[in-house]
């Protein structure tokens, strides 16, 4: 085991007291408010509320925490971010959006810092992290099993200067936002080459002709408005050749370096998640009388806080340890860390979220308490950025590589 320090530099300390400091005065009081604006106008408009904090949070210094020592953020680490990113993560409905850190800008912009031209990050990566504009991430396909990225059937093809785009995506997360105006789109360039130099990534203006958003997907009924999770065809669509990232073939390259750092804050995101669900369940308990005494007195529901208690610390350090070692030793490194806690902390976050659900009776499964969308949401995330069955093989892989240099 790798040596972690906990201890964060004044900066950092500052970052975390005047955050909490801004979700306490803008944030948490408008929960309602934004839930409100939603259902009473236009689902698929950006809401007033989030646009008004936008500013305010920029002047405040708490924009675009997430680039990790970048010059285009705040230059702070992972293990830095991490206390940064759970805090936001607490209202997972628009609170990381309030600072411009929220997914899938903040991979994108990554990809655009890593791998973009100057050109590619003038165009699109300033935009971004203005908060001008969105963007999506166009990788999983409905007819095939996009857990295996070397499955994807969607092409790019050269034709004299520009590429021609054709495939079918779909939970393109973000694509419903009008203000979505540039998707990262993963496609085959050369189904003849090595199986993992097949595949590219090309920069698609959602405005192109061909791009057609054919619907959005519910995820458990909820909608995520304006965000949206959108079925897109591309058919035929043209693009300067210019707009490729990197070079062709390598779209399996960057999808990796892409994946591990969005892998992470997801973790770091839940693990604010189940903090602020055992908050509730501790506030609802300690008020909520059943058979003479509160619901708090009742060995079953202590035993349920205990437990939580523990999961959540157990999650956290192995989420500091995994951003350790991507700072120490780079993301490739660090892929069994990733792997490990992108099993553990979802998982996690669930069985905190079922407790408190269970503790707030039928309260807990309607829209009275954010507990049943935080609920819905943190499920998706043992699929998104690859489901829990790709990450255990990952890890048991590289077990069996340490038990062939075991002695005896």
């Excluded at 106008?41 to 990790?68: M, S």
């Excluded at 908050?279 to 007195?297: H, P, S, Y």
């Excluded at 069985?351 to 499964?365: F, N, S, T």
Aim: glycine share 8%; hydrophobic share 40%; charged share 25%.
């Amino acid at each position: 085991m790798r040596a972690m320090r906990f201890e964060h530099s004044d900066k950092v300390v500052d970052l975390q007291r005047r955050l909490t400091a801004f979700m306490h005065e803008h944030v948490y009081p408008n929960e309602g408010t934004f839930h409100r604006q939603i259902a009473d106008g236009d689902r698929w408009q950006p809401t007033a509320i989030v646009e008004e904090l936008k500013p305010k949070a920029r002047a405040a210094g708490l924009w675009n925490l997430f680039l990790p020592e970048s010059a285009y953020g705040a230059g702070l680490t992972n293990v830095e971010y991490a206390p940064l990113c759970e805090i936001m993560g607490r209202v997972p409905g628009f609170g990381p959006e309030v600072f411009n850190c929220s997914a899938p800008d903040t991979g994108n912009m990554e990809v655009l810092v890593r791998y973009g031209s100057d050109a590619q990050r003038a165009q699109w990566l300033d935009p971004l992290l203005a908060g001008q504009i969105r963007s999506c991430f166009a990788m999983t396909e409905p007819d095939v099993a996009s857990s295996d990225a070397t499955n994807i059937q969607s092409r790019i093809d050269r034709v004299g200067d520009s590429y021609v785009i054709n495939g079918r995506k779909w939970w393109t997360s973000g694509a419903g936002d009008p203000r979505c105006r540039i998707a990262i789109f993963m496609g085959k360039s050369d189904p003849n080459a090595e199986k993992h130099k097949q595949q590219s990534m090309i920069l698609v203006p959602m405005d192109a002709p061909g791009v057609v958003i054919r619907r959005m997907l519910p995820v458990y009924g909820y909608d995520d408005a304006p965000h949206g999770h959108g079925e897109v065809t591309f058919e035929n669509v043209r693009v300067p050749a210019s707009n490729i990232l990197l070079g062709e073939g390598r779209g399996f390259e960057i999808a990796q370096g892409r994946l591990g750092p969005g892998r992470i804050h997801h973790c770091m995101r839940l693990i604010g998640v189940a903090e602020r669900a055992l908050e509730l369940m501790c506030a609802r308990v300690q008020k909520r009388i059943a058979f003479g005494k509160t619901l708090a007195e009742q060995g079953t529901i202590r035993a349920d806080i205990a437990e939580s208690r523990m999961e959540i610390e157990q999650a956290r350090l192995l989420t500091m340890n995994a951003a350790h070692v991507m700072d120490t030793v780079g993301n490739k490194t660090a892929r069994g860390e990733l792997a490990m806690v992108k099993v553990v902390v979802p998982r996690m976050t669930l069985a905190v979220l079922d407790r408190a659900i269970q503790a707030h009776g039928a309260a807990g499964v309607c829209d009275d308490f954010p507990l049943a969308a935080m609920w819905a949401h943190s499920r998706t995330i043992r699929l998104a950025d690859g489901p829990d069955e790709v990450h255990r093989e990952a890890i048991a892989k590289l077990e069996l590589k340490k038990g062939l240099r075991a002695p005896g």
